[in-house]
């Protein structure tokens, strides 16, 4: 199946910095989707991207869909404590109706004070 | 503001038994899904669900496991004969027609404890 790389792993930052993470893959994504996760709790929803070079803001969330279709980054500016948690980056590939979604590994976000 | 919603948050069950785990999506959705996540790793795929029939599965959905839309707004992921490995929590999301037919809103899930 496909397989998303999704870096880095893990982040400490100080409050008040800028944070970027991205995901690649070797193969071809229709959408990507970005979602933010809280312990013990469901994938949130951030960002969607629709088509390739797309670059869309939610707040003092960017992300943007890479040319080549196979890469997308999402920068998150000004970091405050509530931004803490485990972000995820999502691909859709359009064969048939079901258009699943496929999971990087996650990126863990610490805010330190 | 619409959200999925699932039940139970969380089901402890002994190895071998059957266990429903419930979901209602987002009620002018159309297409639902099932995925499982275990502890400390990425979010899979197991099934969706549309027109009410299965559209896609992985090979992690099995013979053990099952989907149905009972009624107009429930949708279960029923797995059959549990094992120690389907411990893992298992999120119920679903997807309209709006925004490009692209965005999958997930429910909080239900955390499976299999003993």
């Known amino acids: 199946g496909q397989q998303l790389n999704q870096s880095p792993q893990s982040m400490f930052i100080q409050e008040g910095e800028d944070v970027s993470m991205n995901c690649t893959s070797s193969?071809?994504?229709?959408?990507w989707l970005w979602y933010k996760q809280d312990p013990g709790e469901g994938p949130v929803l951030l960002i969607a991207?629709?088509?390739?070079?797309e670059l869309t803001s939610n707040g003092r969330l960017t992300a943007q869909f890479g040319i080549t279709r196979k890469d997308s980054f999402l920068n998150i500016s000004a970091s405050i404590p509530s931004d803490v948690g485990i972000y995820f980056c999502?691909?859709?590939?359009?064969?048939?109706?079901?258009?699943?979604?496929?999971f990087g590994s996650g990126t863990q976000l610490t805010v330190l004070p | 503001e619409p959200e999925v919603t699932q039940t139970p948050s969380h089901q402890v069950t002994q190895m071998g038994q059957e266990v429903i785990l419930r979901c209602v999506p987002i009620?002018?959705?159309?297409?639902f899904y099932w995925y499982r996540q275990i502890l400390g790793q990425k979010v899979e795929f197991l099934v969706s669900?549309?027109?009410?029939?299965?559209?896609?599965k992985s090979e992690i959905f099995d013979d053990q496991f099952s989907v149905e839309r009972p009624d107009g707004s429930n949708f279960t992921l029923k797995i059959r004969s549990t094992k120690l490995e389907d411990s893992a929590m298992y999120f119920c999301?679903?997807?309209?027609?709006?925004?490009?037919?692209?965005?999958?809103?997930f429910g909080p899930g239900t955390r499976l404890t299999v003993t």
């Open positions: 669900f549309y027109n009410n029939e299965i559209s896609e």
């Open positions: 999301a679903s997807r309209g027609l709006l925004a490009g037919g692209i965005e999958q809103y």
């Open positions: 999502a691909g859709q590939v359009f064969s048939g109706s079901a258009r699943q979604l496929t």
């Open positions: 991207l629709y088509k390739a070079g």
């Open positions: 009620s002018n959705h159309l297409y």
């Open positions: 193969s071809i994504f229709n959408t």
